[in-house]
Structure formats: structure tokens, C-alpha cells
């Protein structure tokens, strides 16, 4: 069965005012258009257009709860993921997410301890892991994505020491010589200072935000100039945050569209600007780093964090047939498939593995199932039943399909 369902962009204030109405054909609210939701999380489920489909169920939580077998299949209780349309005009908080061990075990632990689901102390507000992807739409899509080379870093804030005037140069030198050692004991102890709340703290951040002021700032230039740039978009938005230093030791990936970055459990990150599909699991559990008015638990933070190096490379797709891209992490809770129909690309036929998500973003396009047909335009959303079996998908547009990974 085809459900066609849609919903409301959510407001956070980070979110362009134009992207995602530019993106999907609808008339801009006027205000911040940060995410548009498409999926079963209770935060913000799906509208079903026509309710008459779903014995009278208003939205896509109330049909799964109501009636699993006809939403997901036999013995499939939960949608396992959340796609997204996400557009970032200011940068996000820093943040991680805790592998499915670490959520389970986080989210017993504050059950047992009594803390309210809705309360700000928590941590965590279910047993799942939350890892996720983003496909960038617009020419570019920046983000900050896991620890660097420490080595690399060190050689950053040497240069900034240098750059520095008399009044901040010792400042810098002092915390890019603690960056030697072991990687991730060195990158561990410097996050866990830099979020501790000791007043040197503020002082480097000054020295820093100061300093790079004079900096020729460039998001496709040498590590200085990148550096310049990141540290005045975030001092913009964040003024004084230990996240504007933390965020120097982490990688800058700067996508173009059609590139993907994964996200897995422990990676810190923070998307920056751009406008990109975002797929996740369905999941709340977001422990913060930094770049945000909201409380830290910085011991937390800390024991859920990869600490090891990485390089933030895109992740690379599957192309099983002209027309498509297939986006497949390492977990499987979710993958996205990306079909370009029309121009010498008749049709293109996709296997169907679970309960699935379409959302069209240019064109027109036909699907057809087992069972059923249906036609989506841009900005037309619609749910696929998996007794529908497989999907062949024809017309000229683009469409982008999330399902499990399996």
C-alpha cells in the first residue's frame, strides 16, 4: 500500500528561512525551517493525507501503534528509522550519540534512578543507538566531524601562537603543547578540560576568537585559514563557548552535493550550514559538547566518545544500476537510495526490504509495487507497506527512498 503523508518543517532557530521551500516547491512560513520530519517518531510522526487508508489513524505513530502487521509487516513493532530534509543556516551543537550497549544501559540506569523521561537531567530517553547520514543537496554542505590527526592539531595552534599578539601568544603555545602523546589520552584530556569549567578555559577561547580575527579566513583554504573561518562562524552564534577551541581539534568536511558523510555511534559532530537529507535511527538520545546553551554531562559526554583519530571522508555509494546510488552504513536500522529518473534513464527498480519512506525533491515520478501505483511530485511524500515486495520507480525526477538495511 501507498500512504501518502506529509508534515510541518520544525522551527529551531538555527534553521534558513528559504531552503527547504526552495527545495521542495511549498511557500516559506516566514520563519526558521530547520527539519521536516518524515517517520513515526512520536516528536513530530507524519500526517497521513487521508486517513481513510489507515482505519481512521491520523498519523503514521497512531497506525504503526494501532496496526504493526499492515504498517511494517509481520512482527515488526517500530519504524527503525527517521528521514529528514535539514536545512542549517547557523551551526548546531556539538554532539554524539551512544552505541545501542551504552544506550540501553544509560537509559536503565536513569530509569532506575527515578528521573523523569522529560527532565533536562537526562541523558538519555530510550535503549537505542542513534547513528545517522547526511546527503548534501546544496553546492556545499560544511560540518565538523570527528577527532583529527592530534599531531595535525598541535601544528594548528602552533600557528595560531604565532599569529598571536604578545597578550594571547602564551595562552595558545601553552595548550598546543599539551597536544603530544597518545592520541586519544590526549584528545580525551582535552576535551574533558576544555568542557570542565576552568576559568583558563574562557581565557584561550578569547585568545583564539581574538587572534584569528586577523586571519584570512577561507573554507577551501590551508588549515590556518579554515580554521579562521570555523572559529568566526561559531564565535557568531556561540560567543565564548569552550566549543569555539574543542571544535579546532575535530575534522572540517566540507561536502558537495550528492556526497555523503556517516555519522556512527561516539562520533562528535556538529552539522554547520547547508542543506542536505538527513537519515537516522529513530532515536533521542543526543549527549551535547559544546555550541549550545544546554547542559553538558561532561563525564558522560566523555565515556560515549570515539577518541581515535579519523579522516572524514564521504561515504561511498553503491551504484547497482544507472539511476541509482545506494547509501549503505554500517548499521541496519536504515539505508537511503538515491534514483535520478528521465534522461536516458527509462525506469529503475528497487528491492523493497521493509516498511519504506519516498520523498521527491525534483520532477515527477511514478511508483509501482505489487499491489499498487502511485505518482509523487516534488515536495510529495508517501509510505510503502512492504507487501508492496519491490519498487519500480519511472518518470523524470528524483527521488530519494530510505528502508532498512538488510
Known sequence: MFVRIGNTPRDYAWGSTTAIAGLLGTTPSGHPEAE????????????????????????????????????????????????????????????????????????????????????????????????????????????LCGFRDVERSARLFARIADTAADGERATIAAFAETLTGEPAAVLRSATEWLLGGDPAVAQLVDAVVTTTASVDADPAGDDLAVAADTVR??????????????????????????????LPAGNIHAYLRGLGIELMAASDNVLRGGLTPKRIDVPELVSI???????????????????????????????????????????VRLALPGAAIALCTAGEVTIDGAH???????????FVTPDEEALTISGSGTLFVAAPNV
Open 372 to 382: 499498487g501505483r502511485i505518482t509523487v511530485a516534488r515536495g510529495e511524500s508517501v
Open 36 to 143: 521536516l520530519w518524515l517517520g513515526a517518531h512520536a516528536g513530530s510522526p507524519s500526517v497521513i493525507l487521508d486517513p481513510s487508508q489507515t482505519g481512521g489513524a491520523a498519523d503514521l505513530a497512531s497506525w504503526i501503534a494501532h496496526e504493526p502487521g499492515s504498517a511494517l509487516g509481520e512482527g515488526v513493532k517500530r519504524l527503525p528509522y527517521l528521514l529528514k530534509v535539514l536545512a542549517a543556516a547557523g551551526p548546531l551543537s556539538l554532539q554524539a550519540h551512544p552505541s545501542n550497549a551504552q544506550a540501553a544501559a544509560g537509559f536503565a540506569r536513569e530509569n532506575a534512578a527515578g528521573i523523569p523521561l522529560d527532565s533536562p537531567d537526562r541523558n538519555y530517553k530510550d535503549a537505542s543507538h542513534k547513528p545517522e547520514l547526511i546527503f548534501a543537496v546544496s553546492d556545499t554542505f560544511d560540518a
Open 233 to 262: 562562524m561559531l564565535a557568531a552564534a556561540f560567543p565564548g563557548d569552550p566549543g569555539i577551541v574543542l571544535a579546532l581539534l575535530l575534522n572540517r568536511a566540507t561536502l558537495r552535493a550528492g556526497q555523503v558523510l556517516y
Open 305 to 347: 566518545l570515539d577518541f581515535s583519530p579519523i579522516d572524514a571522508t564521504p561515504l561511498e555509494p553503491e551504484r547497482p544500476a544507472p539511476g541509482v546510488e545506494v547509501f549503505r552504513p554500517e548499521e541496519p536500522d536504515f539505508a537511503l537510495d538515491h534514483v535520478v529518473v528521465g534522461d536516458g534513464v527509462d525506469e
